[in-house]
């Protein structure tokens, strides 16, 4: 990380029990390396937390919390609070650097022999990954509801909703990752939603 300015702008007696997300943001988009300092100290944890459970290594991990932060601090000033949270911002930032780090190393390897093996780890990442990051984003206000509903679909839909609202895979994408054809993969996520709605319900 950047090295900080030995005397901070941000009024760090000002902050409170609550951080206001949004604010820190914006103090970095002036330029405030505190803000980004106050930022680190909050989330790095479990943004470092997300960012292992998806890549699956420590030294990679801690390399894309840092590039992580360094994108926060440069795209500050394009966050829309009209789109979402401020922390949302944050974590959805940080998730699309660790997945797409993934499919660059993954681009380079060969598949796992144990195909079944494969898909189980890869769901339970983005399950994991969803937990991490419920809060941030629309499903927040529903209790918990939702992780208990996803639970009670089979595994390998359940797999399939992840992979498109977490991952932000494409159907075709999934399709591939899963082997099985598109329609089948399409048809599972419409029916899951559909499930997942009326559980909520």
């Known amino acids: 990380m950047q090295s900080l300015p030995p005397e ?3 009024d760090a007696a000002a902050d409170t029990d609550v951080p206001d997300y949004e604010a820190l943001l914006a103090a970095c988009a002036r330029g405030d390396h ?12 479990r943004l470092l937390g997300m960012v292992r459970r998806i890549v699956r290594d420590n030294g990679l991990a801690e390399d ?4 992580a932060f360094v994108k926060i601090w440069t795209g500050a000033a394009s966050f829309d609070a009209g789109r979402g949270s401020a922390r949302g911002w944050m974590y959805s930032l940080t998730r699309h650097l660790a997945l797409n780090a993934v499919r660059d190393r993954d681009a380079h390897e060969q598949p796992l022999a144990d195909e079944g093996a494969a898909e189980a ?3 339970q990442a983005a399950l994991e990954a969803w937990r991490d990051t419920q809060d941030n984003f629309a499903w927040q206000d529903s209790g918990g509801r939702v992780v208990h509903c996803l639970e009670q679909l089979e595994p ?3 797999n399939c909703v992840l992979h498109a609202y977490v991952d932000g895979l494409s159907h075709a994408q999934i399709a591939i990752r899963l082997g099985a054809p598109l329609g089948t993969v399409k048809a599972w ?3 899951s939603l559909l499930a997942l709605r009326e559980c909520m319900a």
């Open 8 to 10: 901070p702008a941000f």
């Open 34 to 45: 505190a803000a980004l300092k106050r930022l680190y100290e909050l989330e790095s944890p």
């Open 64 to 67: 894309l919390l840092h590039d």
């Open 121 to 123: 780890v890869d769901g």
């Open 156 to 158: 390998v839909r359940r």
């Open 189 to 191: 996520i419409k029916r």
